[in-house]
């Protein structure tokens, strides 16, 4: 596995493999890698000859300063558990390589980002548009991977590609999860004891939801029901809990056909804000 710091050296060492007819895959992370991501190397690794995992803290989608602050950084450990994925490169740029000058382009992803991640972290989804397509242009991927878990980046990302004709394949991978249903993140890393443990209750009320819907209880109820059981737990701060659809990720008022709905929701635990879904 090699690690590559800089833009031109990535590009020169892909431009090769790519003219030796060799196929790149993309993983795009924040590093403080879990097994989630670890699913995602493995998944690239299987598509492609070239697995390249990108590990960047990127700050223009952070709309919180303490958040990008604390963000843990681990990049040792990272390579590590790479290299034993089959990992074949790590670029691991600083910001000032990513962004020698601060960008002034500006993206509008219309409805898509008035809603939960957009609605409660202003300016993120702009910042997830410019690393995300400046990481597409560097590495030039055959094939992107990201995770649900991530429910509305996924949406973004998708929009991204086929409004700016980058020719690359999308590949969404499942949420991998702790045993007791906890939705792995490199956040959960700041979580203490006690919020550790009643962290799983997120994918709990989560999953209590979808039974609910699947029963036929009204939308409504079901929104109020979860709202209150949040309530219930001290330790946690509700930021939105929203039945949409899974494309256009507006609220929906009753449920379409099998596949196409999704359950999102963000809380805070203590200092930390957690997100999850259910697709159903
Ligand atoms: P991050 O480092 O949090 O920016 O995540 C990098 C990629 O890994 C994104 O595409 C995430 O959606 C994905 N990811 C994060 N957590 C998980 C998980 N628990 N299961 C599957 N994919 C994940």
Redesign the pocket.
């Known amino acids: 596995m090699e690690v590559f710091t800089s833009v031109a050296s990535l590009r020169n060492f892909l431009e090769q493999q790519t003219f030796q007819q060799r196929s790149i895959g993309l993983?795009?992370?924040?590093?403080?890698?879990?097994?989630?991501?670890i699913?995602?190397i493995q998944l690239c690794k299987r598509e492609n000859d070239i697995a390249v995992c990108s590990?960047f803290v990127?700050p223009t989608q952070f709309n919180n300063p303490e958040d990008l602050q604390k963000y843990p950084r681990t990049l040792e450990a990272d390579c590590a558990m790479l290299e034993a994925a089959g990992c074949d490169i790590v670029f691991a740029p600083s910001v000032e390589e990513m962004y020698p000058k601060q960008p002034v382009l500006k993206f509008n992803f219309g409805a898509l980002e008035t809603v939960m991640e957009g609605a409660s972290r202003p300016g993120h989804f702009n910042g997830v548009g410019i690393v995300v397509s400046k990481l597409f242009n560097i590495v030039k991927p055959h094939r992107a991977?990201?995770?649900?878990?991530?429910l509305q980046?996924?949406a973004i990302v998708k929009k991204l590609v086929s409004d700016l004709s980058f020719g690359l394949e999308l590949i969404i991978?499942?949420?991998?999860?702790e045993e007791d249903g906890l939705?792995?993140?490199?956040?959960n890393r700041r979580l203490n004891v006690e919020e550790r443990e009643i962290a799983p209750h997120l994918f709990q009320i989560l999953e209590s939801a979808k039974r609910k819907l699947l029963k036929g209880e009204s939308v409504e109820e079901v929104i109020r029901q979860a709202t209150a059981a949040f309530d219930s737990i001290e330790a946690f701060k509700l930021d939105y809990f929203e039945i949409a659809d899974l494309n256009t990720l507006q609220p929906i008022t009753t449920p379409g056909a099998t596949g196409t709905n999704a359950i999102c929701v963000a809380a805070f635990l203590g200092p930390v804000r957690l997100i999850d879904n259910i697709v159903f």
């Open positions: 993983v795009p992370t924040m590093g403080a890698l879990h097994d989630g991501h699913s995602l590990i990127n991977y990201f995770g649900q878990k991530d980046q996924v991978a499942p949420t991998i999860r939705a792995m993140s490199s956040r």
